[in-house]
């Protein structure tokens, strides 16, 4: 019985020790996915307010709006995150663009919404767990508490 118990020990430590990697990971797929969703929004920007005009629905905004909201959040959150500066701020921000695309646009194909099911998922990965220490939050948080001791910088 103690075999097993240290097995899960080691198998926790390990766990432990690669979190900030397995957060870096899933920080740089969203980039990839959102970011690059973004920009083709930038580069033929006219198809961008045609599809906000007549594909996507998005309630209460007006296309051009939600087109520019769209493309921003689709630039910037993923930044956010791949840096990780305010990472739960930016997960909550790309959660909100992926839930608004799905609520958007009812043409969908069921792949398709397995792909955003996803990204939320990994999301909420981001959203409850952290960036992890490999982020700029983390450095950051390093940076004001060592040892469990604040430090007070002038």
Not at 4 to 33: C, E, G, K, M, N
Not at 138 to 147: D, N
């Amino acid at each position: 019985m103690k075999r097993i118990s240290s097995l899960f020990h080691r198998l926790d430590d390990i766990a432990v020790a690669l979190q900030p990697l397995f957060a870096l990971a899933i920080r740089l797929y969203l980039f990839r996915v959102f970011f690059l969703s973004g920009l083709t929004k930038l580069r033929s920007w006219d198809s961008t307010l045609y599809l906000f005009s007549n594909e996507y629905h998005v309630p209460v905004l007006p296309p051009a709006v939600a087109a520019v909201m769209g493309a921003g959040g689709e630039l910037i959150f993923p930044v956010l995150l791949l840096v990780g500066w305010q990472p739960r701020f930016a997960a909550a921000g790309l959660f909100f663009v992926n839930l608004v695309a799905v609520l958007s646009y009812p043409g969908l194909e069921p792949v398709m919404i397995k792909d955003h099911i996803l990204w939320a998922v990994l999301i909420g990965y981001l959203f409850f767990h952290g960036a992890g220490r490999w982020s700029l939050q983390g450095f950051l948080r390093r940076g004001k508490v060592i040892g469990g001791v604040q430090q007070n910088r002038a």
